[in-house]
């Protein structure tokens, strides 16, 4: 008799661990978004139609449970990340296209790098010891082949596109640059506002986190806030656009 009654609490002691493990799986490893889900809710976080993108790849990450996704439109390469568990967005990133190889085209440039830093050093009137060269890439826009080049001086930063067939210049800014002009910084929207705009895109309050960096970047393409702060054991990681407040970068982890 005394030993059934062991044999009986055994039974259930293990009849409660199948239950909870069940319980465990079904709620943290189970997954209930599927690739299609995952897709449709990446597109709607980046405010984009699947229709004007192209998919690059479509990974599934069982160890941080999560579907990562990467695509680009005719402007940006994005990265993001979908929890399959929850359908939650866990890392976002937004960059500008930086190579000019779309849809595989090969076809031969009549226009070097070399002829490209010319036409713009005789736009500016400046000589090639006089500037420092950022970028000088192939790109694509509105269906022509341009160079796009940036380049910056003692004083400006300068950016063009140039028609690689007809050598024309389709664009052309200069700016100051920002140590020697307040104009520029005078139009960013200011940290705090980047913090406002991190924390209502976390739901969050300036009570309830730490930050552990604000942090104003200014290179020769975009200025950006970096911001990072810590909740509920948590840290987030955000890059906003310093001029428009758009968030660029998003990263929520442990």
Not at 83 to 111: C, H, P, Q, W
Not at 156 to 178: H, R, W
């Amino acid at each position: 008799m005394k030993n059934w009654k062991i044999y009986s609490i055994i039974v259930t002691v293990l009849l409660v661990l199948v239950v909870v493990g069940f319980l465990v799986y079904f709620f943290l490893f189970k997954e209930t978004i599927s690739e299609k889900e995952a897709k449709k809710i990446a597109f709607e976080y980046a405010n984009v139609l699947e229709s004007d993108i192209t998919i690059l790849s479509i990974n599934k990450d069982y160890d941080d449970r999560e579907y990562s996704i990467k695509f680009f439109d005719d402007i940006y390469e994005y990265e993001i990340d979908v929890n399959y568990n929850n359908g939650r967005v866990s890392n976002f990133e937004k960059d500008i296209l930086a190579n000019g190889n779309f849809n595989n085209n090969t076809d031969t440039v009549s226009m070097t790098e070399d002829e490209a830093r010319n036409i713009a050093l005789a736009r500016v009137d400046k000589s090639l010891n006089e500037v420092t060269f950022t970028r000088v890439k192939i790109d694509r826009e509105n269906g022509i082949t341009v160079y796009d080049v940036y380049f910056y001086d003692n004083e400006k930063e300068y950016e063009l596109s140039i028609d690689v067939e007809t050598k024309e210049i389709i664009t052309y800014k200069e700016d100051y640059l920002t140590n020697n002009n307040q104009t520029t910084s005078n139009k960013y929207i200011g940290v705090e506002r980047a913090k406002e705009i991190v924390l209502e895109h976390a739901n969050l309050t300036n009570t309830d986190v730490l930050f552990s960096k604000v942090e104003l970047d200014v290179d020769y393409r975009i200025a950006t806030y970096e911001i990072e702060f810590y909740y509920n054991y948590f840290e987030y990681d955000y890059e906003i656009n310093a001029l428009t407040g758009e968030i660029l970068k998003y990263e929520r982890e442990r």
